[in-house]
């Protein structure tokens, strides 16, 4: 695989652009050349940069005002660049480059070597920041895999619960209401262990069925999330002994299958860290749409979480651990978004997923494109 990076020169002097390749052509890098500072930012769209070096003097757009325009774009505001100057710069000078996003500087006469060499610090950083990257974004693709199957698995198991555990149940517990009928054995001790049996049968098909659901609810298919909603918080209220409430707009209707899954996996896991760490009496559940985005808002009056616990729940959290990073993978991979605002006076979650797609960063380019052509 090619490894080399995209190293950017910008001059509005040819001969200079090719004395910048000539010097760095030892570094075995791809060298893009670019005679203006509009041209620099047409090269920034097409291809990707790992830094720039770029002259401070060029006619319609210097150097300073080219890494001012490329910072107000979020997809560039790491990328490296090395001003180039020909004239003394003072530290005034040099301070608002720094402050424009310049890492360093090189003075006219050039050194190749040292030119070469605070590039090449730089190409490598770039480098190992890809790497983390593509790793970054193999770790999200298998922490997703896993969701997806834990998902298929919950639905199976669910399904065995209720089509062969609890059909033994119910059968068993059939048997036991025939003995009881029987006048003979209705009598005496035995009787009435028989009657306790089918009491305990009848408890256990409940509990079987409670659990098959809670693994993956059929109304989640059948009738959406607002019928499972309703469903599971009624069932929580009782097993936690926790007031909930649900309240649904009008227009929050059906959703697609992936996004009403992800919403109700979301709801069972902050419902789950209400009851187990927050100690919060209530639980208010809303569900609504709002700019063109599905919102889940599941809000507590407990006591918070902690500050850094919730600062680095992704890498190591012992309140939420691998439940929030789930939350966090499920909304991300929808194009969405997950929001905790907590305090010592409760916690509010907000799963935002759009209506229409993922293409929230459709526009980006055009701004930097914009941004350019405006300077």
């Known amino acids: ?12 002097q040819p001969a200079k652009l090719l004395t910048y390749e000539s010097m760095l052509s030892q570094l075995d890098e791809n060298l893009i050349k670019a005679s203006s500072a509009k041209d620099a930012l047409d090269q920034l769209l097409k291809q990707d940069i790992a830094m720039l070096l770029t002259d401070i003097s060029m006619p319609e757009m210097d150097g300073f005002e080219l890494a001012d325009t490329i910072r107000q774009h979020p997809r560039f505001q790491k990328t490296a660049i090395i001003f ?3 004239v003394h710069l003072t ?5 608002r480059g720094y402050q424009l996003g310049a890492v360093d500087y090189v003075s006219v006469p050039i050194i190749p070597d040292v030119l070469c060499a ?3 610090i730089f190409v490598e950083l770039h480098r190992k920041t890809r790497m983390l990257s593509h790793s970054e974004e193999s770790l999200r693709r298998l922490s997703l895999h896993l969701l997806r199957t834990q998902d298929e698995e919950r639905r199976r198991i669910g399904r065995e619960i209720h089509e062969s555990l609890g059909q033994t149940l119910v059968a068993i517990k059939m048997g036991l209401d025939s003995l009881v009928s029987i006048p003979a054995t209705a009598e005496g001790e035995g009787g009435q262990q028989l009657t306790e049996c089918s009491r305990l049968a009848e408890e256990a098909i409940k509990e079987a069925r409670t659990i098959s659901h809670l693994m993956y609810p059929p109304m989640l298919d059948e009738l959406g999330l607002k019928s499972a909603a309703l469903w599971y918080l009624e069932g929580f209220a009782q097993r936690s002994e926790t007031s909930t409430t649900l309240d649904v707009s009008p227009d929050f209707g059906r959703l697609p299958s992936e996004m009403e899954l992800a919403m109700f996996r979301i709801l069972q896991e902050s419902l789950t860290n209400v009851h187990r760490h927050s100690q919060s009496p209530t639980a208010h559940v809303r569900l609504f749409i709002e700019e063109g985005m599905a919102q889940l808002e599941v809000i507590d009056q407990g006591k918070g979480i902690p500050a850094g616990v919730l600062r680095n729940s992704v890498q190591d959290a012992p309140l939420t651990g691998v439940g929030l990073r789930g939350m966090e993978e499920r909304v991300r991979n929808l194009g969405g978004s997950l929001e905790i605002l907590s305090t010592s006076n409760g916690t509010k979650v907000t799963a935002k997923l759009p209506m229409g797609g993922n293409g929230q960063h459709s526009s980006a380019l055009t701004e930097l494109r914009d941004a350019g052509k405006d300077n």
């Open 1 to 12: 695989m090619d490894d080399r990076v995209n190293i950017l020169l910008v001059d509005d």
């Open 84 to 86: 180039v100057s020909g």
């Open 91 to 95: 530290d005034q000078d040099r301070l």
């Open 118 to 120: 605070k590039v090449k």
